[in-house]
T-cell receptor
Framework: AQKVTQAQTEISVVEKEDVTLDCVYE???????LFWYKQPPSGELVFLIR??????QNEISGRYSWNFQKSTSSFNFTITASQVVDSAVYFC????????????FGQGTELSVKP | ETGVTQTPRHLVMGMTNKKSLKCEQH?????MYWYKQSAKKPLELMFV???????ENNSVPSRFSPECPNSSHLFLHLHTLQPEDSALYLC??????????????FGPGTRLLVL
């Protein structure tokens, strides 16, 4: 069975703080793909990153960084120097190899960044 | 227009009404998806179309009827819905589903309220 757990339901920080959103996954596939999406209040899911299971390099994109650790089945997302515009619900998702379109989403973490 | 668009953005309907949700993608993709997002629940995949053929139907009640006339358009026909069907309905598209690597891009969603 495949599963994604985002244990943090809500996080509230003050602007300029760093914040890490946790994502833990379960899969029996040896090849799989992990994703992060952002859902602002407007509702649209915005794609942030895709990571393949065979590529454990961490990635940085501006203020965003991702830490992929196969040993702990985690794919955590850090926002550095958070801004009010980062306020949104963030979803981690998993798709196994040859699973067609089946993306398994976590429950989401609602991030609130206060000025 | 670019990306994935959905109409209407908001819909209120009675349980005896018939309505349709429309999704259009301008990304040259040939796989399209319907998801349901209810409050406090993870996103649920409803249907997958690949090259206009339905390849996945996740035990969705028959009061939801999808239609994919071509690779750019996807419809969700609704009839005799229940109040618990009230949710945000998200459409997504991706390159043809292969081994799971392809990224899905989402529209802004239709927020549906069934009275």
């Amino acid at each position: 069975a495949q599963k994604v757990t985002q244990a943090q339901t809500e996080i509230s920080v003050v602007e300029k703080e760093d914040v890490t959103l946790d994502c833990v996954y379960e899969t029996r596939d040896t090849t799989y793909y992990l994703f992060w999406y952002k859902q602002p209040p407007s509702g649209e899911l915005v794609f942030l990153i895709r990571r393949n299971s065979f590529d454990e390099q961490n990635e940085i994109s501006g203020r965003y960084s991702w830490n992929f650790q196969k040993s702990t089945s985690s794919f955590n997302f850090t926002i550095t120097a958070s801004q009010v515009v980062d306020s949104a619900v963030y979803f981690c998702a998993l798709r196994g190899y040859n699973q067609g379109g089946k993306l398994i989403f976590g429950q989401g973490t609602e991030l609130s960044v206060k000025p | 227009e670019t990306g994935v668009t959905q109409t209407p953005r908001h819909l209120v309907m009675g349980m005896t009404n018939k309505k349709s949700l429309k999704c259009e993608q301008h990304l040259g993709h040939n796989a399209m998806y319907w998801y349901k997002q209810s409050a406090k629940k993870p996103l649920e995949l409803m249907f997958v179309y690949s090259l206009e053929e339905r390849v996945e139907n996740n035990s969705v009640p028959s009061r939801f009827s999808p239609e994919c006339p071509n690779s750019s358009h996807l419809f969700l026909h609704l009839h005799t819905l229940q109040p618990e069907d009230s949710a945000l309905y998200l459409c997504a598209s991706s390159p043809q589903s292969r081994d799971g690597e392809e990224t899905q891009y989402f529209g802004p969603g239709t927020r549906l309220l069934v009275l």
